[in-house]
């Protein structure tokens, strides 16, 4: 029915069988009636045209490839709609968005395959998984999951080429064999959550992820989980039980690992060939790392690490610009060519845990100067040390002991003997600092007495000195000699002799007071 542009499904009809309008080519117009409650296998199938459609509220399945290859650009789920079949909308390149009134459990397989104009899509609440290649080569840009979401199923993301943000919840627990392979503009993730498992290859050839940052444990990291991407940093929070064959192998941009928590094995080539990576400091509960982990990590200078485990053979093989290795307590062996062709490396801190170095495990790893073992003195006493390092080592080396002194002796030093530090550590040995001459510490003052001066002697003030160097101390000082008191010879006193003076009293003549007569002055008239 190539040529059939429009129908209208008479009233009572309750489903729409399989391929029933597959091949309608010139459909642009369907109405369905109230009554269907189901669409079969491929009942729009290629149907070019079709850009829309409004199911009906009795609807309740839509079947196995159902809109198949449509000209769908927009469709809503009704609310009773309990099941949406395989591929349901594979290969619909005009499709946009989808709205999902229903609550769906899962995304079954193959359902957006190809769906290559759709941008967004926001999970629905209700979802728990996606299924096989559900969004697969289609044009997803942000992917928000829902908060029932748990499974990323297997090549649910493959070849999504434009996916450049994933929100994850809190709920996630295992993203599948190659989950978002080949999604190469993918930037960074972050995952919220505790106990999940990743399986083998989920992020290969994502050559733009730069970081991954998970805030929790990891139970399984699979084969290649982050190999052969553009990743530089990786952090996680919580702790790893398997850090899975190649994890991270051939990232030659990795710059940056960061475990928070314990890791339990690390298998075969996790590490390998991560070119950039110059640091590694792994956590003390280390259970097993396997054949060849770091080998030809070619940039890494330094390496810490430790559990109840034996090194396996070429674990840090070809690590040419390894200097430092520090092995914490728990590792018992080093194994078969461990370090061989670590050409830079200078020293190696042992563990007492230690009780072999296996053949040729540090075979090459010399330049010119001998290679140095730090260890302590109870570990350099174990005889079946001494033999590996002789017998099986394949290295120049020199060993560095580390003692365990206890509490200084302090012997001060005087003005005339030096003084001294000394330690001693159980096993016999020990250690002394001698102190340099101490000139103003004497053990032997001397006072000098104090002299009183005389008439004809100077006397001295108290002083002192040390009697083993000689040193004046207080310096004693001259007190002048007294000066002579001269005789004084008593000068006699005269009495005076008092004549008594006869006072004279003068007799006083009256003077007698005359009172003058005034004589009037005559007044002349004018």
């Known amino acids: 029915c190539q040529s059939l542009k429009s129908f209208k499904v008479p009233s009572g009809i309750k489903v729409i069988n399989n391929s029933t309008f597959s091949g309608c080519i010139s459909l642009t117009e369907i109405e369905l009636g109230n009554a269907i409650e189901s669409i079969d296998e491929a009942a729009f199938n290629s149907c070019l045209s079709l850009e829309k459609i409004t199911l009906p509220e ?181 702790s790893i039980g398997l850090l899975g064959e190649c994890a991270f192998c051939g990232l030659s941009d990795l710059k940056s690992v960061k475990f928070g928590g314990s890791i339990d094995n690390i298998d075969y080539s996790a590490f390998s060939g991560c070119i950039s990576l110059k640091e590694l400091i792994l956590p003390g509960s280390i259970q097993y790392i396997g054949t060849a982990a770091f080998a030809g990590c070619i940039s890494l200078e330094y390496a810490e690490l430790g559990g109840q485990m034996d090194l396996n053979s070429s674990a840090f093989s070809g690590c040419i610009a390894l200097k430092k290795v520090i092995l914490k307590d728990g590792i018992k062996s080093i194994g078969n060519g461990t370090f061989v062709g670590c050409l830079s490396l200078e020293e190696v801190v042992v563990p007492d845990s230690l009780e072999s170095i296996q053949e040729s495990a540090f075979f090459g790893s010399y330049d010119s100067d001998p290679l140095v073992f730090t260890m302590t003195c109870s570990c350099q006493n174990k005889a079946a040390f001494d033999y590996s390092v002789n017998e099986y080592a394949s290295a120049k080396a020199n ?111 009256p003077v007698p007071t005359s009172i003058p007569t005034a004589t009037p002055v005559p007044t002349a008239k004018p």
């Open 58 to 238: 009795s609807l309740t399945s839509i079947g196995m490839n159902a809109f198949q290859s449509s000209g769908l650009i927009a469709i809503e789920i009704p609310k009773s709609v309990t099941n949406i079949d395989i591929a349901a909308f594979r290969y619909c390149e005009k499709l946009e968005n989808i709205k999902f009134n229903n609550s769906p459990k899962k995304i079954e397989d193959f359902t957006f395959l190809r769906c290559i104009s759709l941008k967004n899509f926001e999970m629905p609440d209700s979802v728990e998984s996606i299924g096989f290649m559900s969004f697969a080569y289609s044009g997803i840009e942000t992917y928000k999951c829902g908060t029932s979401f748990t499974k990323v199923g297997s090549r649910a993301f493959e070849g999504c080429e434009g996916l450049k943000n994933i929100e994850f919840n809190s709920k996630l627990e295992s993203i599948e064999y190659q989950g978002f392979v080949g999604c190469t503009s993918l930037e960074s993730i972050e995952i919220p959550v505790n106990n999940i498992v990743i399986e083998n290859y989920p992020f290969q050839s994502c050559m733009a992820l730069k970081t991954i940052k998970i805030d929790g444990d990891i139970d399984k990291c699979g084969r290649y989980a982050f190999g052969y991407t553009g990743l530089e940093e990786f952090e996680i929070t919580g």
């Open 399 to 509: 060993l560095n002991i580390i003692h365990e002194f206890g509490k200084p002796t302090i012997v001060p030093s005087t003005c005339t003997t030096e003084g001294y530090e000394m330690v001693k550590c159980d096993c016999g040995a020990g250690e002394i600092k001698p102190y340099a001459l101490d000139p103003d510490n004497h053990e032997n003052i001397v006072t000098d007495k104090a002299v009183a001066p005389t008439i004809n002697d100077s006397g001295l003030t108290e002083g002192s000195h040390c009697e083993s160097c000689g040193k004046i101390i207080v310096a004693q000082e001259v007190i002048p000699a007294l000066i002579p008191v001269p005789t004084v010879t008593p000068i006699p006193t005269v009495k005076p002799t008092v004549t008594p003076v006869t006072t004279v009293v003068p007799t006083v003549t």
